[in-house]
């Protein structure tokens, strides 16, 4: 229960900033690690390093899926509403997820699927990043739906680690729980373009998200999991906070 509540508490903070600061900031609240991150400190806790790191090797190619979920997501919601583009993206991330999970995965091999994804993914998104964020009202069961979805996955992940191993548990781990919250929260109060702005902004984010998981692979082997975890969250928060001052330059002449 403990673990569940705090993993709650940051994923409904970084939603919250989200609605308030716009597309580009969103993104890149949403795409640090509030989810996986919590989810692979409790794994820790239950398991040694190499479980670990075994873990992260499932995990790299799941955020190549995720970018992809993103892609969907982006599509359908200019025309569709929330259900259908929602069900339609998670859809995508589910048949991926299980093709990757027959795989035998080297380090090698998820930076490269990673990176055809995100060549592929990148330049179709540019044309929808730039929307404008209306007013939002939160509702008074906005919290609670964001609480419960993220408690639900942490539960999930550190209940099932045990029996499923880790290969499953770095594929939960990283499932996309606060995409879809911000989707199936935001789409219907400030439409769907403009929640599709939200995720394609996250791009960026989501590459060094996929740095980060590399570095957890390679860090928990020589350094512990601990170092390891804690060398992957630096690279997270480093590499958003430099496309954020990257997003605030002025165009030069």
């Not at 940051?10 to 716009?22: D, P």
């Not at 995508?92 to 990176?115: C, E, F, K, Y």
């Not at 404008?132 to 408690?151: F, G």
Request: hydrophobic content about 60%; proline content about 5%.
């Amino acid at each position: 229960m403990l673990r569940m509540a705090i993993t709650a508490a940051f994923v409904v903070t970084a939603s919250v900033i989200t609605e308030r600061s716009g597309p580009v900031i969103g993104a890149l609240v949403a795409t640090l690690p509030i989810s996986a991150g919590p989810s692979y400190v409790f794994l820790a806790l239950d398991h040694d390093a190499a479980f670990i790191a075994e873990g992260a090797l499932a995990s790299l190619p799941i955020n190549a899926a995720t970018i992809l979920l993103g892609l969907t997501y982006v599509v359908l919601a200019q025309r569709r509403n929330a259900l259908v583009s929602c069900l339609g993206a998670v859809a995508v991330w589910i048949v991926l997820a299980s093709i990757i999970r027959a795989v035998h995965w080297t380090l090698a091999g998820g930076l490269i699927v990673n990176a055809i994804a995100f060549a592929i993914c990148v330049p179709l998104l540019r044309r929808f990043r730039h929307v404008k964020m209306p007013i939002i009202t939160r509702r008074w069961y906005d919290i609670p739906l964001r609480a419960s979805l993220v408690a639900t996955l942490v539960a999930t992940v550190v209940t099932a680690s045990g029996w499923v191993g880790p290969k499953v548990s770095g594929i939960i781990a990283l499932f996309p729980v606060v995409f879809t919250s911000m989707m199936l929260i935001l789409h219907p109060r400030i439409g769907g373009p403009a929640t599709a702005a939200v995720i394609a902004n996250s791009a960026g984010g989501l590459m060094g998200l996929g740095i980060a998981i590399a570095m957890i692979n390679v860090g928990a082997l020589r350094f512990g999991s601990a170092i390891g975890l804690g060398i992957a969250l630096a690279i997270c928060v480093s590499w958003n906070l430099a496309l954020w001052w990257w997003s605030r330059r002025k165009p030069v002449r």
